[in-house]
């Protein structure tokens, strides 16, 4: 669902889950300080420059948010800005996908040893190999001297 209104975020709204039962991710592209028409919600989200709208780069900036429609919903928001940019360059602006993954690996942990489960069991298993596979990428980047840049 694309979202439009005076002084809020552009973004995109899509459920956390398939059936969209307790949780949304908003994903922001970018903002506004007044109504936007369909078709400029349209461009933004196809990556275009619309004049009046701060754009963001996609994949940097996230809400999650309790689903109104859930009766049970209590009113609460968390935001998520990605690093954007290389920080020698801009500096420590925003989390790393490493830095949210030790913290889900933390938390699958710290619940594990309360409720155990095989299935946090292999949950830690995968998160840990794919936090060692970016920093497999980080140790590659250094090595080609590429670190802290937009060189691929």
Same mark, same amino acid.
């Given at each position: 669902m694309q979202q439009a209104q005076d002084n809020v975020l552009v973004g #995109? *709204? $899509?459920p956390i889950n398939d059936q969209g039962e307790n949780l949304l991710i908003d994903h922001f592209l970018g903002y506004a300080n007044r109504e936007l028409e369909p078709q400029e919600i349209d =461009?933004? /989200?196809n !990556? $275009? #420059?619309v004049e009046g709208i701060t754009a963001y780069a996609q994949g940097h900036y996230y809400k999650i948010s309790a689903n109104?429609? @859930?009766q049970n *919903? =209590? %009113?609460f928001e968390i935001s998520l800005h990605f690093q954007d940019g290389p920080i020698p360059e801009h500096g420590v602006n925003g989390i790393t996908s490493e830095a949210l993954l030790m913290l889900l690996?933390?938390?699958t942990k710290t619940l594990d040893e309360k409720f155990p489960s095989e299935f @946090?069991?292999?949950a830690i298993i995968y998160m840990e190999s794919a936090l060692e596979e970016f920093n497999k990428r980080t140790v590659e980047r250094r090595a080609r !001297? /590429? %670190?802290g840049t937009l060189v691929k």
């Open positions: #995109i *709204a $899509e =461009k933004v /989200v !990556g $275009e #420059i109104p429609e @859930n *919903a =209590k %009113e690996i933390h938390r @946090n069991k292999q !001297g /590429v %670190e």
